[in-house]
Each structure stands twice: as C-alpha cells, then as structure tokens.
C-alpha cells in the first residue's frame, strides 16, 4: 500500500501471538499436534458425553428465556415439540468435539 494511503492502523497488527504459538494456520497445512496433549482416550474419558437427561446449552439458555419472560411459553414450546432446541445442542456438540479432537 503507497504510503500516502496507509492508516495509522495499517502499521500495527491487529493480534500477536502469544509465546510463539500461531494463532492461525491456512487451510492446506498439516496439523500439528502439541506436545504436551493427552492421547484422545484420556479425553474422552475427562469429558463426560451429555446424557440423554442432561440439558444443552440452547436448552438451558431457552428454560432461562422462558423463566425471565423473555420468550412466549408457546414459543419455547413449539421449538421443543419441533426439535429445534435438540437439534441445535446436537450440532454445537459434535462442532465442540471437533475443535477438540474428540
């Protein structure tokens, strides 16, 4: 960019890495595993996987939205009775599986 139209902004960066650790990589580069992390059979057995019984997070969020008067009961209602809260918790699992590698 010609000096003349360079910002103050465009001198800085906008993030640093911490203690050399990158803080992305493209998506063509080999994933490297740490050093340091545990096999992913230690994982999973530290990390509990939610019981059938046990809320998920849109769940929860929409039992507080119900409580608060935030949301119509009909409404929290319908997005139960059509899944959509279950659904939801399903795909935001498998997503937090996958970021870590479990």
């Known amino acids: 960019m010609p ?28 994933k490297v595993e740490p050093e340091e992390a545990p096999p992913a059979e230690e994982q999973q057995e530290e990390a509990p996987q939610p019981e059938a019984e046990e809320k998920g997070p849109v769940e929860k969020v929409l039992d507080k939205a119900q409580e608060n008067g935030w949301v119509y009961d009909s409404v929290a209602q319908q997005v139960r009775e059509r899944g959509l809260a279950s659904k939801a918790d399903e795909v935001i699992n498998r997503a937090k599986n996958m970021l870590t590698g479990g």
């Open 3 to 30: 000096p003349e139209n360079s910002t103050p902004e465009d001198a800085q960066p906008l993030a640093r890495p911490v203690h050399d650790q990158p803080l992305a990589r493209s998506v063509g580069e080999e």
